[in-house]
C-alpha cells in the first residue's frame, strides 16, 4: 500500500536551497513512489504567525507554489493548495488547541528561536504554530510527513495531539498517528556564514543562503564567500564534526550529486576549500538554474498559478472539509 504524504512549506520569500534539499526534493520523490497519495500545502496561515506585508505575501505565495511546479511536483499527481482557501484547517486547529497542553507547547524550541528574548511581545500565533501544523497533517490523515530535521519536535507534538484526541474522545484511530519522513543524510542545511546556525529565509544576510531564484552570478559570489577555515581538506570524516562549514559544504555537494559523504570525501582529501568551491559552484548552478528559470517562467502567468491553487484547494476541501465535519460530530457539536 502506497503513502499518504501531507507536507507544508511558507510563503514567507527567499526560498533556499535548505528548504530544497531539506524538503521539496523530497516531496518530488514521495509523489514519483507508486501509490503514494500526496498533499503539498503552503502555508499561509502559518506565514502570518510574523508581520507580513500583504502584496508581499500574495507574491510569495505564488513564488512557493511556482517553485513547487519549477522543482517537479505535477498538480495532476499530488494536490497543491494554500492553506487559507481551506477553512478546516483553521476550525480543526481551535478544536486541536484545546486538545494540546500548554506545557507541551513551552517545549518546543522553535518557538524559543523565534521569539527571541522578547517572547512577551511575539503573537500567540507563532506559539500555538504547532497547533496549527498538527491540523494541517491530521485533517489528510497523512501516514507520512517528509520535513527537515528542524521540525521533527512539531511532529512529534502532532502525533502527541492526535493520541490523545483519540483517547480522551474513545475515537478509536479516528486519528492516524503520523511518522516524520526525515532524511538520514543532509536533513539540515546550515547557513553559508555560521555553520551552526541553520540556512533560513528569514536570515537578515542575503549572503547567508542560496536562494531558488538566485541568478548563476548570485551563486558564484555566495559560495566564494561563503565562511571557510585555513585548513586542507580532510581525507576522512573523523573532526568534521571540529569544522562544521566544511562538513556544510561537503553536505550540500553530496546531497546535489546525489552521491553519500564519504565519497566526497575522498574526492577532495587533501584539496583546498577553492577546489571544493569551484566544484560546488558549478554544480549548484547546474541544479538550481533550471529551476530558478522555471520559477520566473512560471511566475509571469499568475492566473495559471492561482488556478492550480483554486483546483487543489477544491480536492483539498472535500478531504479537510469531511474529517472536520466527523471530528466535530465525536466532540459532540
Ligand atoms: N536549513 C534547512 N535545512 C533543511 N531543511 C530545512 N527546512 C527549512 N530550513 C531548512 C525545511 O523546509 C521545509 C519548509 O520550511 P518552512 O518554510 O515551512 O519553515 P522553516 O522551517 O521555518 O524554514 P526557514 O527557511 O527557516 O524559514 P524562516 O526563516 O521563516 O523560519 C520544512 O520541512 C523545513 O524542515
Known sequence: MGKKIFS????????HLGNYIG???????LQNEKDNNCVFCVVDLHAVTVKQDP???K?????TTAAFLASGIDPDKSIIFNQSLVPAHSEASWILGCIARMGWLNRMTQFKEKAGKDKEKASVGLYIYPVLMAADILLYDASHVPVGEDQKQHLELSRDIAQKFNIDYEAHEFFKVPEPLIQKNFSRIMSLKDGMKKMSKSDPSDLS???LTDTNDEIAIKIKKAKTDNEILPASEKNLKERPELENLLGIYSSLKNQSLKISISEFGGKNFSDLKKKLTDLAIEKISPISSEIKKIQSDNTYIDNILLKGAEKANKIAGKKVYEMKKIIGF
Not at 507544508?8 to 526560498?15: A, D, E, K, R, Y
Not at 524538503?23 to 520523490?29: P, R
Not at 507574491?59 to 513564488?63: G, L, V, Y
Open 23 to 29: 524538503a521539496i526534493k523530497n516531496f518530488v520523490s
Open 8 to 15: 507544508g512549506v511558507q510563503p514567507t520569500g527567499n526560498l
Open 55 to 57: 502584496k508581499i505575501l
Open 59 to 63: 507574491n510569495s505565495i505564488r513564488e
Open 209 to 211: 543562503r542560496i536562494n
